[in-house]
């Protein structure tokens, strides 16, 4: 069974170490990744903090944004020092920030670049180096070049590919726009595993649903979630069970609420703000009667001023209330 069976995106603002330790106890299976961290960033900035992880949270990866293979394989060798289980390299973001340091998305124009970047790394660490990269750029629509970009990349020993199933198209379009517009192409992933089967190759984008996600292991090695993690977290509490056959760590949503508890009670003592820590946890009751009162205690900037950790008994309380009188009404 492939260890990159079922992955939670690197999403920027949203997979911080707090957003990934909530992860981690809703599920002991799902490979986790970092924000995205570039080089130089890494190389010149504040990288105990940027590095920083709680050893509970493996399998976890680092996901490096840049394109330059000796300042790769030097931040490469920071992460595997600081106890990450992969590096990333970063070949999908389309944002214009991040094609100004031509890296990200644009690198895909340039396999032989990517294939010295994974090999420096390569030589730099011992643990897995992998790729995470669209499968075309633009409007071309040719099969051909992300068939080729793999395999170029593949012969400078990378043996996982997340590919995310849109175009990037690098003008005209957001981030945000480049998540949705360009078309989904799941066929062409497939594509891919039957040209390169020797390849782990783990599909991204559009997945929301664990039906839709569980029929694509039919024909990949694993698949790859996003916004979906982070928008209703309790999704996780379901992945071990459905793609490793094990328990799940959590039974309900206010059991995953109490284990969180200490970590909040302990990074807050740190100096850590409320509200960043409480983050993660914002979608954890969506769907459910209480949901919304649930998401305004835990951004209320008063309260949380007011009431600090404490916030969470409050929310619960709201919660409850609300399931309560939404069973009376029935």
Not at 61 to 81: C, D, I
Not at 146 to 163: K, L, P, S
Not at 200 to 220: E, K, M
Not at 305 to 316: I, Q
């Amino acid at each position: 069974m492939s260890p990159h069976r079922f992955c939670v995106a690197p999403m920027l603002d949203l997979t911080d170490r707090h957003c990934r330790h909530f992860h981690r106890l809703l599920s002991r299976r799902a490979r986790l990744y970092t924000e995205m961290v570039t080089t130089g960033a890494l190389l010149h900035g504040p990288r105990e903090r940027l590095l920083r992880f709680d050893e509970t949270q493996h399998p976890v990866a680092l996901q490096l944004g840049g394109s330059e293979p000796h300042e790769l394989a030097q931040a490469a060798r920071l992460g595997e020092r600081a106890g990450y289980d992969e590096i990333d390299l970063n070949c999908g973001c389309p944002s214009e920030r991040v094609q100004r340091g031509a890296f990200g998305a644009c690198l895909m124009a340039e396999p032989g670049l990517v294939a010295d970047c994974v090999r420096a790394m390569r030589d730099a660490v011992g643990i897995p180096v992998t790729v995470k990269h669209r499968i075309g750029l633009d409007r071309v629509e040719d099969y051909g070049f992300v068939r080729d970009f793999v395999g170029t990349v593949a012969q400078a020993g990378c043996e996982v590919f997340i590919v995310h199933a849109r175009n990037a198209w690098l003008k005209g379009l957001s981030p945000r726009e480049n998540r949705t517009v360009p078309p989904l192409r799941y066929e062409t992933v497939a594509r891919l595993k039957r040209d390169f089967p020797d390849l782990a190759i783990v599909l991204n984008g559009g997945l929301r649903d664990h039906g839709t996600a569980l029929a694509q292991l039919a024909r990949l090695d694993g698949v790859m979630i996003g916004r979906e993690a982070c928008e209703n977290p309790w999704m996780l509490a379901e992945v071990d069970e459905r793609y490793f056959g094990e328990p799940a760590p959590c039974a309900s949503r206010e059991e995953a609420v109490e284990a969180m508890r200490p970590y909040v009670l302990r990074e807050a003592a740190a100096g850590e703000p409320v509200r960043a820590l409480l983050r993660p946890m914002l979608g954890l009751f969506n769907g459910l009667p209480g949901a919304r009162g649930w998401r305004r205690a835990l951004s209320d900037a008063a309260l949380l001023a007011a009431e600090g950790p404490r916030v969470l008994d409050l929310a619960l309380r709201a919660t409850r209330v609300s399931r309560v009188r939404t069973a009376e009404l029935q």
